[in-house]
Structure formats: structure tokens, C-alpha cells
């Protein structure tokens, strides 16, 4: 078993140096080559400025971003992934909350506040490296990487993940998913979030290679797995919805993959369902887990045949259980997943932060190793697996009914002429009101009122309806509710949005 990220690499390309490690649009790199430009970044941030403790990363999808990620971990430090779509102000947020001590950057996405080291590609292409650092030991207890979500208090909440944190995630996903050198494997997620790590590790831990797509190809995933001949697919579900609304998601073609996962958010049947008729000789996984529990805690595989998936109430796939060398509990009152075990961060970059999220921890500082994480996502027992029902603050309550916003948007999903759907809570006139967007056949909120009835108890309706050509979606791909909310607040009230639902 390895001891960090870089051991999961580098015995890779010990072992299989000429073989592909990424292939970018613009070309392949070999695991030799990219151990070899690795080496080289590494030693000129060592010959810059010293020893290092962590390392921003403002590059994505290119050979930048992949050197100077291994780069971080071969010094010893930590990644910490800058997007290169957030502004200025939350970099310098990031910069301050995790102490950066520079900045690798590609020179097409300069962040300027801070001491960096700029390097383009062909300058990647063209470093070697003269055997100036000392050799590699791996310490599992350091910190691998530290990933920023929005805090409580609106600024960035700093998340560090330590190598033994991850390691066995990616070794035993590297075994389930039958990764080898002739697996071509997908890369879409962007480096700020934590799927990315299963993307770049899994895939050069069992040797395969990194198909990095094109800026077409991200926004189709059918040409991008023809096109670039994966045998592998990981995406957020919404991909799925998205690629259908905009008419890149052929019902008639199919395509070999052999593994298709989906995680980051619910996926739904009807989703998976698409998915399974393009790639109907695919095993499909369902994986499940939040930043804190080291990219995914849980995973559920569909049974091959169609016929056989389990139903459930809320029409998602099934989370399964978490892995067996993790402990969870469900909150009798809530229906809480609460999880410890060797995947568990250790707490939050400001200490405040840990206060309530830990079962049995009052304090700000560290839990102890005994305390289970609070995931805030709520769970429930169906055909003996766990099914996800979002998250805690996703049950609201709507003219004194407590409502589950995942199960009206599935009663949504089932009116015909509806294609996805995605439900909100907004405020009219100090009145607390379900908002529902969608994509489909266009239809009036009275008509689709009228069609709910029969689905939902009379307060779950959704008031008011916004027919969309696309769903929104966060910087992550997943459906956003805020943005949804704002779209609300500015669409026109009409009178038949207020039509009575009793």
C-alpha cells in the first residue's frame, strides 16, 4: 500500500514509464516525461523559495496544472486549487486562510497578490530537472491537499485532507473499477473540487491515462468519450440533464464504456436511465460523500439489467453503505449520516468552524478521532440500501407542512412533457413559497399545478413555475437553488402564478 498521492504516481512511473500518463488536445505525456516535468517545477519552486508548506495552484487542464499539482506533493507540501473563475478578492480570502506561500500559476491566469512561479506548457515541456532535491519520503500524516467551500460566515472554509485521509479511497477504487494501462480514463472536473483528486490519482495510481478534453468536448460528453475513446466515465449527474437540453445526447447511439460513476450530487433514475441506453455494456456507480470524508464515503453499483434497480421514494439511485472500515450512525430524530473512520478530516482550517459539526464535540478545537462528522445530508433506510435525501436544510416547511424539496421535484419530473426539474424556497410578501424551474414542454403553473395534485399533498405544490432552456447550475455543475431563487425574484408575478392550490 502506498503512504501519499505522490507514492501513487511515482511507482507508476517507476514501473511504467513509457506509457501514457495524460493526453491533453494538444498532445500525450508520458509518465516518464511528467515525472521528469515534475521533478523539474518542483525544483525551481525548492530553488525559489525554500521549503514550502502550501502551494496554491491557479492553472486547470493543462500540463501546468498536472506537473505543478505532483510538484506541491513531491516537496512535501500541500495543493491548494485555485479556480481560475473566481475573482481576484476570493484568492486573496484563500491566500490569507491557508497561509500560501506562493503561487503556481499558468501564464494565462496570473493571480498577481501573491509570489509566484508562472510557467507556460512548452516551458513545462522543455524543464529538466538536475537531481537537486532530496529523495522523496512520504510522511501520511502531512497534509495532501486543502479545498475551500463557502463558510457560515461567507468566507471561504479552508478543508485540509491528509494523504492517509485518501490513500486507500483511491487504492481501493483503483481495484473496483479494474483500472489498468489500457484504461482511458475522464477528467471533468475542475481541481477546487475533491472528485478531481479520484480522476488524476486513480487513473495514474493503476496506470492509466488522463484524457483531458477539449473546451467542445466538456460540453458533450457523447463526442468526448468517441472522440477521445474512454473506457471510463466520472461526472456529476447534471451533465447528463444538460447535455439532453441541449440536444447533444442522441437517444440512438451507443458507446463501450465500461464503467460509468456519477457523484457530487443525487442522481436521478430517469438520468441514469439515459445514460444506461448510451452505454448499455457500462456498470454504473453511484458514489456518495462530502469534501470532509475525503472525496466519497459510500458507493452503490447498479445491477446490470434495468429490471433489477431498486426502486426508491424519492426516484434517486441508492447511496449503499459506507465502506466497511468506516463507522456511521442516522440521527434517529433528523435521519442524519454521521461518519468517523480513517477517511474523516482531522477539522477545519479555523478551528471555529468544527463547532457543531462533530457528534460529541462542543468545542472549537480538533475532534478526537472517536467523533463522528456531521454531514448534514439526510438518509433513510430503502430496499436495504441508504437512500440520500438531501440535505438538512433541504426540508423546509411550507404553510406548516414539512416538505422534502428532492421529492417535489421528482412529482415534477413525472409530469408529462416535464424533462428535469429543480425546486426552491422563496419569500413573496413575508409568505414562504416552493419556486419550481424546469425544462421541457412549456406549460402554464396553472397546468402543471393541475397535474401535481394527484402527486403531491396540496402545500408541496409549487406556486410559481419558471419554464428554462437550461437548468441553472453552480461553478460545479450542480443544480443551484440560489440562482433559482434569483430568477424568481426577477420574473414577473403574475396572477396565474398565484392561482390557489386548495
Avoid at 485521509?165 to 494501462?181: H, K, L, S, Y
Avoid at 475522464?186 to 477546487?192: A, K, N, Q, V
Avoid at 456507480?285 to 429490471?307: F, H, M, W
Amino acid at each position: 500500500m502506498s503512504a501519499s498521492l505522490y507514492e501513487l504516481f511515482a511507482s507508476t512511473a517507476e514501473r511504467l514509464p513509457e506509457a501514457i500518463a495524460v493526453e491533453l488536445p494538444t498532445g500525450a505525456v508520458s509518465y516518464r516525461e511528467l515525472s521528469m516535468a515534475c521533478e523539474a517545477v518542483a525544483e525551481c519552486v525548492a530553488a525559489a523559495h525554500g521549503d514550502v508548506r502550501r502551494v496554491g495552484l491557479l492553472a486547470t487542464r493543462s500540463l501546468v496544472a498536472y506537473a505543478g499539482y505532483l510538484a506541491v506533493l513531491r516537496l512535501g507540501a500541500a495543493v491548494v486549487p485555485l479556480s481560475v473563475a473566481d475573482p481576484a478578492r476570493r484568492h486573496r480570502e484563500i491566500q490569507v486562510a491557508a497561509g500560501l506561500d506562493l503561487v503556481i500559476a499558468d501564464a494565462t491566469a496570473r493571480h498577481r497578490d501573491v509570489a509566484e512561479v508562472v510557467l507556460t506548457d512548452d516551458a513545462v515541456r522543455s524543464m529538466r530537472p538536475a537531481g537537486t532535491l532530496p529523495p522523496y519520503r512520504a510522511v501520511p500524516d502531512s497534509e495532501a491537499y486543502v479545498l475551500f467551500t463557502s463558510g457560515t460566515t461567507g468566507r471561504p472554509k479552508g478543508i485540509p485532507i491528509r494523504h492517509r485521509n485518501v490513500v486507500a479511497f483511491i487504492e481501493r477504487n483503483i481495484a473496483r473499477f479494474e483500472v489498468g494501462p489500457d484504461c482511458r480514463m475522464s477528467h471533468s472536473f475542475d481541481l477546487t473540487f475533491d472528485p478531481s483528486v479520484f480522476d488524476l490519482f486513480v487513473t495514474w495510481g493503476g496506470g492509466g491515462v488522463l484524457v483531458v478534453p477539449s473546451p467542445v468536448q466538456a460540453f458533450s460528453p457523447l463526442d468526448y468519450i468517441t472522440q477521445r475513446r474512454l473506457t471510463h466515465w466520472f461526472s456529476v449527474p447534471s451533465v447528463i440533464a444538460v447535455s439532453r437540453q441541449l440536444g447533444r445526447f442522441p437517444e440512438s447511439t451507443t458507446v463501450p464504456l465500461r464503467y460509468s460513476v456519477f457523484g457530487g450530487e443525487q442522481v436521478t433514475y430517469d438520468q441514469v436511465r439515459a445514460w444506461h441506453r448510451l452505454a448499455p455494456q457500462s456498470r454504473i456507480d453511484n458514489i456518495y460523500g462530502p469534501t470532509e470524508l475525503s472525496v466519497a464515503c459510500a458507493q452503490y453499483r447498479l445491477p446490470a439489467d434495468p429490471k433489477d434497480w431498486p426502486p426508491t421514494g424519492n426516484g434517486t439511485v441508492p447511496i449503499g453503505y459506507p465502506h466497511d472500515d468506516l463507522d456511521h450512525v442516522i440521527l434517529e430524530d433528523t435521519g442524519e449520516l454521521c461518519v468517523r473512520g480513517p477517511q474523516r478530516f482531522d477539522g477545519y482550517l479555523d478551528e471555529a468552524e468544527n463547532r457543531d459539526r462533530f457528534l460529541g464535540h462542543t468545542g472549537p478545537g480538533r475532534p478526537a478521532p472517536e467523533h463522528y462528522f456531521r454531514t448534514g445530508d439526510r438518509v433513510r433506510r430503502e430496499s436495504g440500501e441508504l437512500v440520500h435525501l438531501g440535505r438538512l436544510d433541504d426540508q423546509v416547511k411550507v404553510r406548516g407542512f414539512r416538505t422534502e424539496l428532492a421529492e417535489v421535484e421528482l412529482a415534477v419530473r413525472q409530469v408529462p412533457g416535464v424533462r428535469e426539474a429543480v425546486v426552491a424556497t422563496t419569500t413573496r410578501n413575508g409568505v414562504t413559497e416552493l419556486v419550481a424551474g424546469y425544462t421541457g414542454t412549456a406549460m402554464t403553473s396553472r397546468e402543471l399545478q393541475g397535474a401535481l395534485r394527484g402527486l403531491l399533498p396540496v402545500p408541496a405544490i409549487p406556486r410559481v413555475f419558471l419554464h428554462l432552456d437550461v437548468l441553472p447550475l453552480n461553478s460545479r455543475g450542480k443544480a443551484d437553488r440560489d440562482a433559482l431563487r434569483r430568477l424568481a425574484a426577477e420574473a414577473p408575478y403574475r396572477q396565474e402564478d398565484a392561482c390557489s392550490t386548495t
